[in-house]
């Protein structure tokens, strides 16, 4: 996927995108002060894209819990002089504005800048101002506002909320004909717990199509995470962290303070990821409807005459069709499918289908144990998925199907 930001154009692909971050502030947690003169600013810029920053973030009010807002005026005067400088330069990096008003992106993207980056979410007033000028926008997720935020953060699911929420962002920026880029807004309404389940989860936020940008360069819960470690010691967690998410496909853009080790990171990550061996395709053997007696029920008058149950088993092999031979040998045949899941059916008694579901799977994954190393078809299976469905359940309940289903892996 390319992204558009003015003159230039974002790749997404293998590796992650670094996103230098350039804290125009006095008080910002991590770089406040360090780039507060305007030419201290543009010299920075200069230093990040020389280190390799793919676009530079130019934010001019601090956001950590429990910052002051800045007024618009201050804000303009910080941010103004310096993107106008880093414009005459032309370092051949997007320059992106960090900013929660949007009089300040307006201004922001008329004086050089490219994308705005919004830590608000991107409501309406901030989108039409990006169609005005066609700059992708980067909406982000925040609990409460920098000043609170931080005092009891309070979500049912974490993932699935922020997820839903910027699937709407997405979907708003859609209406605007705004290209969104997601971020979780790590640190931001957040406890470790949530920071960390979120960044475990970047998935489910990869699955709503757009880039994801994640920022977690520097930020306080590593140190809670890894046990008090000061901010200027926090780049090996941060590393850490940009790591598993990059590596795994779950960040496009990592928004860090530290662009060439990042630049590292992901030109390591470039590398490696094209290289790993993808299947082709996939082979699976199933057998479907497979007949089973069992004595099955949560209860003993259940239990004590058998029933008919039908059983899914689907196995996925781990081989790649390219490699697999057309032979038996080289596969799972699925009439030893069937004949185990009858086998583990008819032996013993289950109170739950899940319960018989497991077990048929385990059995079958027992085999891949027994016989590793070797060259007989078991120990080539990647994953089964079993199903077990009642339809005598079913007819007295007057549903289609009734059961469960379970994955199973070695
Ligand atoms: N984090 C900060 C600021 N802006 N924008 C996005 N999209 N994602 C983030 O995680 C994010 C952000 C906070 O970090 P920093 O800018 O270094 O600090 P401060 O807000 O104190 O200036």
Same mark, same amino acid.
């Given at each position: 996927m390319e992204l558009v930001c003015g003159p230039h154009t974002l790749a997404f692909g293998?590796?992650?995108?670094?996103?230098?971050?350039?804290?125009?502030?006095?008080?910002?947690?991590?770089? !406040?002060?360090?780039?507060?003169?305007?030419? #201290?600013?543009? %010299?920075? /810029?200069? *230093?990040?894209? +020389?280190? =390799? @920053?793919?676009?530079?973030?130019?934010?001019?009010?601090?956001?950590?819990?429990?910052?002051?807002?800045?007024?618009?005026?201050?804000?303009?005067?910080?941010?103004?002089?310096?993107?106008?400088?880093?414009?005459?330069?032309?370092? !051949?990096?997007?320059?992106?504005?960090?900013? #929660?008003?949007? %009089?300040? /992106?307006? *201004?922001?993207? +008329?004086? =050089? @800048?490219?994308?705005?980056?919004?830590?608000?979410?991107?409501?309406?007033?901030?989108?039409?101002?990006?169609?005005?000028?066609?700059?992708?926008?980067?909406?982000?997720?925040?609990?409460?506002?920098?000043?609170?935020?931080?005092?009891?953060?309070?979500?049912?699911?974490?993932? #699935?909320?922020?997820?839903?929420?910027?699937?709407?962002?997405?979907?708003a920026g859609r209406r605007h004909g705004v290209e969104v880029l997601v971020d979780p807004g790590i640190g931001f309404g957040k406890t470790l717990e949530h920071?960390?389940?979120?960044?475990?989860?970047?998935?489910?936020?990869?699955?709503?199509g757009a880039p994801v940008v994640l920022g977690v360069s520097r930020k306080s819960f590593l140190d809670r995470l890894l046990g008090g470690v000061p901010v200027e010691e926090r780049l090996h967690g941060t590393l850490a962290v940009n790591a598993w998410a990059a590596a795994l496909g779950f960040a496009d853009v990592l928004r860090v303070h530290d662009v060439e080790p990042h630049r590292q990171l992901a030109e390591s990550i470039g590398a490696l990821r094209p290289r790993r061996n993808r299947p082709a395709a996939r082979r699976r053997v199933f057998a479907r409807g497979i007949v089973c007696r069992s004595r099955i029920g949560v209860t003993c008058e259940e239990r004590a005459e058998p029933q008919d149950l039908l059983v899914d088993i689907e196995a996925t092999l781990a081989s790649e069709a390219g490699d697999a031979r057309d032979d038996l040998a080289g596969t799972v045949d699925y009439a030893a499918l069937a004949g185990l899941t009858q086998a583990v059916a008819g032996r013993g008694e289950y109170r739950l289908v899940e319960t018989l579901a497991e077990r048929i799977a385990a059995d079958v994954g027992r085999?891949?144990?027994?016989?590793?190393?070797?060259?007989t078809p078991w120990n080539r299976i990647e994953s089964l998925r079993v199903r077990v469905t009642k339809p005598g359940a079913a007819r007295e309940l007057g549903a289609a199907e009734v059961g469960a289903e379970i994955d199973w892996r070695p």
């Open positions: 293998e590796r992650p995108l670094v996103m230098g971050v350039l804290n125009v502030t006095p008080d910002s947690f991590s770089d !406040g002060g360090t780039f507060h003169a305007p030419e #201290a600013a543009i %010299e920075g /810029a200069q *230093r990040m894209a +020389a280190e =390799g @920053a793919d676009l530079i973030d130019i934010g001019a009010e601090s956001t950590r819990p429990g910052a002051e807002p800045v007024d618009m005026t201050e804000e303009l005067a910080r941010l103004l002089p310096v993107i106008e400088g880093i414009d005459c330069l032309d370092l !051949g990096v997007p320059l992106s504005v960090d900013t #929660a008003k949007p %009089e300040a /992106a307006d *201004r922001a993207l +008329a004086a =050089g @800048a490219h994308m705005i980056n919004d830590i608000s979410g991107a409501g309406e007033a901030m989108l039409e101002v990006a169609a005005r000028h066609g700059a992708p926008v980067i909406a982000m997720h925040m609990q409460g506002e920098p000043r609170t935020m931080q005092r009891k953060p309070r979500y049912g699911d974490v993932v #699935a909320e922020i997820r839903n929420y910027l699937a709407e962002r997405v979907a920071n960390l389940d979120l960044l475990a989860n970047l998935d489910e936020l990869k699955r709503i085999r891949t144990s027994q016989t590793a190393g070797g060259s």
